[in-house]
C-alpha cells in the first residue's frame, strides 16, 4: 500500500471528541476485580520487569498458576522463586527470544502442545528503539518483537485455544498506535525505503497488533475465546534500556519521573482477564479499563486483512494455514 493511499480516507474520520475522550481516559481511575482466580493458569510474555512482573504478582496473589515467557534465565529463575514463596502458586518460565522466528515458533509450539488449558494469554514483551535494527531474520526488530511475535503465537494457539471454548487474550497495546496517524505503509513494514523514527516504528507495530485483532476476533466468533488490547497507563518501565546512554539518561531523568507505577496497570490487566463483567466482550481496545475507540486506522478492515496475509508470510505460517 501506498504512501497516501489511505489519507483522505482517514483524515475525514479522526473526530476531535475521540481525542478529548483519550485525554479524559488517561485521568480515570482503573476498575477493581477483587474476584479469585485460583489454580487458573496465565501465561505472561516478558514478565521479569515492569508491567509484566507487576501483572505476574497480581494475578499469584489471587491464586493463579503461572506460565512466564521471558528472554534472561536467571531473572525468570529469581521471578518464579520469589512468585512460588510470596503466593504459594505455581510458577514456571519457558526462556525464549521473541525478535527469533525460531525460538517464537517453539515456544508456541510447546504452548499448543499443553495438557492444561490456557486460561489468560497476555502479550507484554516489548521493546522501543531509536535506531532502526534488523533480527537475524532479517526484520526489523521493533516490528517483530512488538507485533509478529504475538500474531504468531495467536495463530499457533488458535486451535488449542478455541478446542478449550473458554480463554482470553489481552495484548498491552498503547496509545502510541495513534504515532501511525495515516496507517500502515504494507509496502515497507521492514523500514527499508523511509527514514527510520522511533515513535513512528512503534506506532506502526502498535497499529498492526491493533489491526490483528479484528482478524482474530472474526476466527473467535462463537468459541468463547476473547481477544483485546489495552493501553497500559503511562507508567514506568524498563522499555528504552536498549537504546544509547544519552536516550537512557533523557529517559532516567525526564520521562521516568512524570510516570507511574506499573501496578496500575496490572490492576487493569487483572480486570480485563477475569471480570465477569467481559464476559463476551472482545476486539475492543481500552484505555486501562475504559473502552476507547482506537484510530480510525485501526479499525480498517480491508487493510487488516491485507496485513494478515503478509505476517502469514513473514511469519512463516502459510503452511499451518493451509492445514488449520
Same mark, same amino acid.
Given at each position: 500500500?501506498?504512501?497516501?493511499?489511505?489519507?483522505?480516507?482517514?483524515?475525514?474520520?479522526?473526530?476531535?471528541?475521540?481525542?478529548?475522550?483519550?485525554?479524559?481516559?488517561?485521568?480515570?481511575?482503573?476498575?477493581?476485580? *477483587?474476584?479469585?482466580?485460583?489454580? =487458573?493458569?496465565? +501465561? @505472561?510474555?516478558?514478565?521479569? %520487569?515492569? /508491567?509484566?512482573?507487576?501483572?505476574?504478582?497480581?494475578?499469584?496473589?489471587?491464586?493463579?498458576?503461572?506460565?512466564?515467557?521471558?528472554?534472561?534465565?536467571?531473572?525468570?529463575?529469581?521471578?518464579?522463586?520469589?512468585?512460588?514463596?510470596?503466593?504459594?502458586?505455581?510458577?514456571?518460565?519457558?526462556?525464549?527470544?521473541?525478535?527469533?522466528?525460531?525460538?517464537?515458533?517453539?515456544?508456541?509450539?510447546?504452548?499448543?502442545?499443553?495438557?492444561?488449558?490456557?486460561?489468560?494469554?497476555?502479550?507484554?514483551?516489548?521493546?522501543?528503539?531509536?535506531?532502526?535494527?534488523? *533480527?537475524?531474520?532479517?526484520?526489523? =526488530?521493533?516490528? +517483530? @518483537?512488538?507485533?509478529?511475535? %504475538?500474531? /504468531?503465537?495467536?495463530?499457533?494457539?488458535?486451535?488449542?485455544?478455541?478446542?478449550?471454548?473458554?480463554?482470553?487474550?489481552?495484548?498491552?497495546?498503547?496509545?502510541?498506535?495513534?504515532?501511525?496517524?495515516?496507517?500502515?505503509?504494507?509496502?515497507?513494514?521492514?523500514?527499508?525505503?523511509?527514514?527510520?523514527?522511533?515513535?513512528?516504528?512503534?506506532?506502526?507495530?502498535?497499529?498492526?497488533?491493533?489491526?490483528?485483532?479484528?482478524?482474530?476476533?472474526?476466527?473467535?466468533?462463537?468459541?468463547?475465546?476473547?481477544?483485546?488490547?489495552?493501553?497500559?497507563?503511562?507508567?514506568?518501565?524498563?522499555?528504552?534500556?536498549?537504546?544509547?546512554?544519552?536516550?537512557?539518561?533523557?529517559?532516567?531523568?525526564?520521562?521516568?519521573?512524570?510516570?507511574?507505577?506499573?501496578?496500575?496497570?496490572?490492576?487493569?490487566?487483572?480486570?480485563?482477564?477475569?471480570?465477569?463483567?467481559?464476559?463476551?466482550?472482545?476486539?475492543?481496545?481500552?484505555?486501562?479499563?475504559?473502552?476507547?475507540?482506537?484510530?480510525?486506522?485501526?479499525?480498517?478492515?480491508?487493510?487488516?486483512?491485507?496485513?494478515?496475509?503478509?505476517?502469514?508470510?513473514?511469519?512463516?505460517?502459510?503452511?499451518?494455514?493451509?492445514?488449520?
Amino acid at each position: 500500500m501506498g504512501k497516501n493511499n489511505k489519507f483522505f480516507k482517514y483524515f475525514k474520520e479522526y473526530q476531535w471528541s475521540n481525542i478529548f475522550a483519550m485525554i479524559r481516559n488517561n485521568m480515570s481511575d482503573t476498575k477493581i476485580c *477483587t474476584d479469585s482466580f485460583d489454580k =487458573k493458569l496465565v +501465561v @505472561i510474555t516478558g514478565a521479569t %520487569s515492569g /508491567i509484566g512482573y507487576y501483572t505476574a504478582r497480581k494475578y499469584a496473589s489471587h491464586g493463579a498458576n503461572l506460565l512466564c515467557i521471558n528472554r534472561n534465565l536467571q531473572k525468570s529463575e529469581a521471578l518464579c522463586l520469589e512468585i512460588k514463596n510470596d503466593f504459594g502458586v505455581n510458577c514456571d518460565y519457558k526462556i525464549a527470544d521473541l525478535s527469533n522466528l525460531q525460538d517464537i515458533h517453539r515456544v508456541a509450539g510447546e504452548l499448543s502442545r499443553l495438557d492444561k488449558p490456557i486460561d489468560i494469554l497476555i502479550h507484554n514483551a516489548g521493546i522501543y528503539l531509536t535506531k532502526r535494527e534488523e *533480527t537475524g531474520d532479517g526484520l526489523e =526488530k521493533v516490528f +517483530v @518483537i512488538q507485533y509478529l511475535s %504475538s500474531f /504468531i503465537l495467536n495463530f499457533i494457539l488458535m486451535g488449542k485455544l478455541k478446542s478449550q471454548e473458554k480463554a482470553r487474550i489481552i495484548m498491552v497495546n498503547s496509545e502510541g498506535h495513534r504515532f501511525a496517524a495515516w496507517g500502515l505503509r504494507l509496502d515497507d513494514l521492514n523500514w527499508e525505503r523511509r527514514c527510520y523514527s522511533g515513535l513512528k516504528s512503534y506506532g506502526s507495530a502498535k497499529l498492526a497488533q491493533l489491526l490483528s485483532t479484528i482478524v482474530f476476533n472474526d476466527y473467535f466468533q462463537n468459541t468463547g475465546v476473547s481477544i483485546n488490547a489495552m493501553h497500559p497507563g503511562a507508567v514506568k518501565t524498563e522499555t528504552g534500556q536498549e537504546n544509547g546512554p544519552v536516550y537512557r539518561w533523557y529517559k532516567r531523568n525526564f520521562i521516568d519521573k512524570t510516570l507511574k507505577s506499573p501496578e496500575i496497570s496490572a490492576e487493569a490487566l487483572y480486570y480485563l482477564g477475569v471480570s465477569k463483567d467481559m464476559d463476551g466482550v472482545s476486539g475492543k481496545f481500552f484505555n486501562l479499563t475504559t473502552m476507547e475507540e482506537p484510530a480510525p486506522p485501526a479499525l480498517d478492515r480491508e487493510v487488516a486483512y491485507e496485513l494478515w496475509e503478509k505476517s502469514l508470510e513473514l511469519g512463516g505460517l502459510q503452511a499451518k494455514m493451509k492445514t488449520s
